[in-house]
């Protein structure tokens, strides 16, 4: 009896990092204040958090980030 099962090989794909944050499933994109944006130097940049874990460490700001002016203020992110 040598009937094999045809295994079904699952890839389970890990989430990449990206560099549009828009790609990374997050719960909430929280203001993270000791880190200045790159680009233009403003704080906060943006963090994404997913599950109480930073899924996404930003070195850019909101509004260098998303590239909207109005999302400087991290209460609109
Ligand atoms: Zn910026």
């Avoid at 790159?38 to 899924?55: H, I």
């Avoid at 930003?58 to 590239?67: D, E, K, M, Q, R």
């Amino acid at each position: 009896m040598a009937a094999r099962n045809a295994k079904k090989r699952a890839k389970f794909a890990a989430p990449e990092p990206a560099s549009e944050p828009q790609g990374i499933a997050v719960d909430e994109w929280v203001p993270n204040y000791g880190r200045r944006c790159e680009v233009c130097g403003e704080t906060p940049c943006v963090t994404g958090v997913r599950n109480g874990a930073v899924v996404y460490d930003g070195s850019l700001c909101g509004v260098c980030t998303w590239g909207d002016t109005a999302l400087a203020d991290p209460g609109r992110w």
